[in-house]
């Protein structure tokens, strides 16, 4: 593509991805941070007990790596004449890496809770079972979810393989190109197996 080619607006449109892209990979942490401790924490100061502290810290960084690919996301959007004769989808490589934060969070919250918990049961000062099964208790969570996310990334593939198949198929109805019918011939099937009708 020559970039002397380019309207007025096609130029407004890169500076504009840019501009977004760069602004949320620079300022975007900085402002995070901003909400999430001047803010939202003057909200939760008036709760009695720390927990929603520890949601906090655990939504907080997986924030900003959501807020950077949907500001990628954006630019790409806006900037698709560029990519006009490349013909490649992006929608799995976002769905894959929503799913990623998605369970990054749920990572983040299961340790940050445990923790939080285990730091309850310490200010008591008893010694309960359930502070001495507690480091076994998050252990098995935090296995059981590496388990469910090693079969979600696993599935993955398939799902998106069965969703391009169904997308082309639907195509395919749509277009009037519908698979030929199997009509059953029973003296053909005589013929080539050998056997009577």
Not at 3 to 24: H, P
Not at 27 to 33: A, F, T
Not at 40 to 53: E, V
Request: glycine share 8%; proline share 4%; hydrophobic share 55%.
């Amino acid at each position: 593509m020559n970039f002397a080619d380019l309207t007025l607006e096609q130029w407004i449109d890169i500076g504009l991805a840019l501009v977004v892209l760069l602004g949320t990979a620079i300022l975007g942490r900085w402002i995070i941070k901003l909400l999430f401790s001047r803010v939202i924490r003057r909200l939760t100061g008036f709760t009695k007990n720390t927990l929603d502290d520890a949601v906090l810290d655990a939504i907080a960084p997986p924030l900003y790596w959501l807020a950077l690919i949907y500001a990628f996301q954006f630019a790409l959007d806006r900037i698709d004449f560029l990519f006009g004769q490349l013909r490649f989808d992006l929608d799995q490589v976002y769905f894959v890496l929503y799913l990623l934060i998605g369970f990054v969070v749920v990572w983040r919250l299961v340790g940050n809770i445990a923790d939080w918990y285990g730091e309850q049961l310490a200010k008591t000062g008893e010694v309960e079972l359930g502070e001495q099964l507690l480091p076994f208790f998050r252990r098995i969570i935090l296995i059981i979810l590496a388990i469910i996310g090693a079969l979600a990334l696993a599935s993955i593939p398939l799902a998106l393989g069965w969703r391009r198949t169904a997308d082309e198929a639907s195509m395919a109805r749509a277009m009037g190109l519908n698979p030929p019918k199997r009509v059953f011939d029973p003296e053909k099937f005589a013929r080539q197996t050998g056997s009577p009708r």
